[in-house]
């Protein structure tokens, strides 16, 4: 994996994957749209679609546990501090071999820069929110939740993809 290129493509997707406007509804297509993919894939995981401050969907598949759902809470959280994802943060750590406490003094129990925590985006508004899964590797989490993105933005997630590992 190169970390360098990963960065310049999750920076990319930031860019894209922004919606013209957002609302209940639409935070609700897009966590069903989720719920059902993981659900046809056989994938426990924890679904959290929110505005800052504001839970506008959260499912648990079958199979999912309170640490999903934990991870879940921590890894939006870093995208409510950094107003990126979460792996794009865990990995600029990753590269300068620190953590979040030791870089930023935020406690391990309330962040995690693990992939999985997406910025929800708005045009004209910036970032207001995550749209986060927990239960899959971080990259694989983040990854579902770009494709999820890019099916409801209609855009292509083929160019949008990180590369194969």
Known sequence: MDIDHDLQVMTAQEKALVFPHFDADRAW??????????????????????TFGQPLFFSLLPGATPDNVDWAR?????????RCSSYA??????????TLAERHGLPVSEYASHGGAFPLSVAGAG??????????????DH???????CAHLGLDYAALALAKV
């Open 127 to 140: 970032v207001i929110g995550s749209i986060t899964v927990s239960g899959l590797p971080q990259r694989a």
């Open 143 to 149: 990854e579902l939740v770009v494709e999820a993105l």
């Open 74 to 82: 921590r890894k939006g959280n870093t995208v409510a501090h950094f």
């Open 89 to 98: 943060v865990g990995l600029k750590l990753k590269q300068a071999n620190s």
């Open 29 to 50: 297509q897009i966590g069903a749209y989720l719920h059902e993919v993981a659900k046809a894939r056989g994938i426990a995981a924890a679904i959290d679609v929110r």
